[in-house]
């Protein structure tokens, strides 16, 4: 027997509402497996690849590449039950099945589909704002006039009005069968069963938070005539979820409108000399990181100029151990444990700024970020509590974790949780910046490139390898005292790399 699933969109990161359709794996009868990788999307955050959760044979791709799906939204639908060629037996799709829609095969009649629960509640809408029917007892109603199939449902004659009820005890006059209605536009009456508002909540708005608002808004549901389960009498997602359960389901098309936009279209022609790229995925969550981040805190950069001409020394001497053996050791792996040793010395400047609680949260652990350019937009992940790593432990978590972010191969698990950021400019041939703050941190450092400058050393002008650190950090938290004094130990380990095990 065919049996047909649906896997949908999951959450792949922290809270993520949607995703970009990259890349297909797989197409309609091809033979997959569970675990097997069917295709690629890209977040607001990286490129993650989805494996099937099946084994069987793809159906239907439900979504096409270039798409903007939504969490919880059916991307292909894979027949499980070892019946080949189920796509053949499938029936034709609409548009809107295509989008992701399409429900599984039965021998019943078509239902409401049964709302499955997904990562961060997105799922099948299957509310409309349509009428509830007329309750029984609230006033009486002529039996509906028959309907020809596909005009939609029957409609209920008005009753009377008020002022030519018979008198009581007068039975009505007999209404023949065959009466039909006068002919002429139709005035539709609104039914006076369903009050705006619950009775007494007039002028009240609803107890919600914004998240469950934007759903009930998504939904079509409305607030007013929901009874919360919160605390206070607010109304809850679950709440908002099972009115929309509880009414009848949208049709295919209207939802496929809201949970599936189509690939994006071909952008207006630009003058001469111009060029459009469109901003998603990545580069779109940098800016608005970016933005925010610069807004929100204020940032202060300090710089300082380095003699590192000790740790270009004590590099050459680390690349040839045989601990470092296939590792590529760099200037950046003995600014890494500079810092790390300067955040354990002053631990607030591995700290966050919590708005909400009003509070500053100090990290007893460093999760070390490396900003880096890939083809996408700049991303940082970071090296999870590389404090306890030793050298050669640091040297391969560097190695790894740029080549992965390179090739557009970091997870969200990757770049969530950072505390503390390096970036390094200086492998761009720049001196130094005034880096923005990684958002949630309180502090990054900048390594600008080295080179040969005339450097007095004992009294004498001589020639050494210099550089130049930028430390910027957010004033809620660091005061200048704070970053001077981190700034200064981070260039004396430099300057002498012996002090690094001297401080650790």
């Known amino acids: 027997m065919s049996e047909l699933k649906e896997f949908r969109l999951p959450d792949a990161g922290e809270g993520l509402t949607e995703a970009e359709i990259v890349s297909w794996h797989v197409k309609p009868g091809d033979t997959v497996e569970d675990g097997q990788i069917i295709v690629e999307i890209e977040t607001a955050k990286a490129v993650v690849e989805l494996p099937s959760p099946w084994d069987g044979t793809v159906a239907r791709l439900l979504a096409q590449e270039g798409q903007t799906v939504e969490v919880g939204v059916p991307i292909i639908t894979i027949d499980v039950g070892g019946t080949p060629g189920a796509q053949a037996s499938t029936p034709a799709q609409s548009p809107a099945e295509a989008g992701g829609l399409a429900q599984e ?73 065959t009466a039909e209605l006068p002919t002429g536009p139709e005035v539709p009456v609104a039914p006076p069963e369903i009050p705006a508002e619950p009775p007494g909540a007039a002028g009240t708005r609803p107890l919600a938070k914004p998240p469950v608002r934007r759903l009930a808004k998504d939904l079509g549901i409305s607030l007013a005539q929901l009874t919360g389960s919160g605390p206070e009498g607010s109304i809850t ?44 995925g990545v580069r779109k969550h940098m800016a608005a990181a970016m933005v925010s981040s610069a807004f929100s805190a204020p940032h202060v950069t300090e710089f300082l100029q380095v003699d590192v001409t000790g740790t270009m020394a004590a590099t050459a001497r680390v690349r040839d151990l045989p601990e470092f053996a296939g590792l590529r050791v760099s200037p950046l792996l003995l600014v890494a444990r500079a810092l790390l040793v300067a955040a354990a010395r002053h631990p607030l400047i591995n700290s966050s700024w919590d708005e909400q ?148």
């Open 357 to 504: 609680a009003g509070q500053i949260v100090v990290k007893h652990y460093v999760n070390l970020g490396i900003a880096v350019a890939a083809d996408r937009g700049l991303i940082v992940p970071n090296i999870k509590d590389a404090g306890r790593l030793d050298l050669a432990g640091l040297a391969r978590g560097l190695q790894d974790l740029t080549e992965t972010a390179r090739a557009g191969k970091a997870t969200p698990a990757d770049l969530a949780g950072g505390t503390i950021t390096i970036t390094n400019v200086g492998v761009f041939g720049v001196d130094a910046g005034t880096p923005i703050l990684t958002p949630g941190e309180s502090a990054i450092l900048a390594f600008g490139q080295i080179r040969q400058a005339p450097w007095v050393v004992g009294g004498e002008l001589a020639v050494r390898q210099v550089c130049t650190l930028s430390l910027s950090f957010d004033h809620r938290v660091v005061d200048g005292e704070l970053g001077s004094a981190v700034l200064r130990d981070v260039g004396a380990m430099l300057e002498d790399p012996l002090r690094m095990l001297a401080w650790s």
């Open 237 to 280: 997602r679950d709440d908002v979820q099972r009115a929309a359960t509880d009414s009848p389901a949208r049709s295919a098309s209207d939802l496929a409108g809201h949970q599936v936009r189509p690939a994006s279209a071909p952008a207006a022609a630009s003058p001469v000399g111009e060029e459009r790229i469109e901003v998603r």
């Open 105 to 177: 095969s039965t021998a019943e009649p078509a239902a409401a589909p049964e709302r499955q629960p997904v990562l961060v509640g997105y799922g099948v809408r299957t509310a409309p704002t349509t009428r509830r029917p007329r309750r029984p007892g609230r006033g009486p109603a002529a039996p509906a006039a028959p309907v020809p199939a596909g005009t939609g449902p029957a409609r209920t004659p008005p009753a009377a009005p008020a002022a030519t009820a018979p008198a009581a005890g007068l039975a009505p006059p007999a209404r023949p069968e």
